[in-house]
């Protein structure tokens, strides 16, 4: 079983909707938990990061982590065509490495 | 957020040459560094941890001779490409974690390198 888990997509949804983005880990030594957001050829770039259980809010970005089933979500409200992107979820607090995922790629149509 | 600038950001370089890839921290100080390498439409893989004053600690599989990682002070990383060959061919991407906060990683901009 990998690390982390996380369907590549694309994922497809119409300009405004919400997007649900998801991943799953296997490690519960995982201790906190970040989303980064990758643009075509550039570096990831920091979205969000939690530690605990629960939902963690900053603008139109609301992160998710159920630490019980080790499941990460991240919800993008309002979606723009500029959120269009590879999302890639990231646990870490493991011998202190971050783990990514794969990332999904997302295209929001206007 | 902090800032890490990489360059060159596209290389293009014969095969059998050696390349350097350049990352800094620019506005704050980072005692570890790490690198990784990215092929379309895949994941980051980790290729080497590279810590201040000391040698970098490579992933299984990766070749430390072929990639030498030199993390001279506090600020900057290196990555040299050694005799490269049209399988090195990546885009290879640095990042720089925030000394004291280690779930805050600050990414470089990548550098794509073709090798002919």
């Known amino acids: ?110 | 957020g902090a800032v890490v600038s990489q360059h060159p950001s596209r290389v293009i370089c014969k095969s059998g040459t050696s390349v350097k890839i350049e990352c800094r921290s620019l506005d704050f100080q980072a005692t570890t560094m790490f690198w990784y390498r990215q092929f379309p439409k895949q994941s980051l893989m980790l290729m080497a941890t590279s810590n201040e004053g000391s040698k970098a600690t490579y992933e299984q599989g990766v070749e430390k001779d072929k990639f030498l990682i030199n993390h001279a002070s506090l600020t900057l990383s290196t990555l040299t490409v050694t005799s490269a060959h049209p399988e090195d061919s990546s885009f290879y991407i640095c990042s720089a974690r925030v000394q004291g906060r280690s779930e805050k990683l600050f990414f470089g901009s990548g550098t794509q390198l073709s090798v002919l």
């Open chain 1, 1 to 110: 079983q990998k690390e982390v888990e996380q369907d590549p997509g694309p994922l497809s949804v119409p300009e405004g909707a919400i997007v649900s983005l998801n991943c799953t880990y296997s490690n519960s030594a995982f201790q906190y938990f970040m989303w980064y957001r990758q643009y075509s050829r550039k570096g990831p770039e920091l979205l969000m990061y939690t530690y605990s259980s629960g939902n963690k809010e900053d603008g139109r970005f609301t992160a998710q982590v159920d630490k019980s089933s080790k499941y990460i979500s991240l919800f993008i409200r309002d979606s723009q065509p500029s959120d269009s992107a590879t999302y890639l979820c990231a646990p870490g607090g493991r011998d202190d490495k971050i783990i990514f995922g794969k990332g999904t790629r997302l295209h929001i149509l206007p």
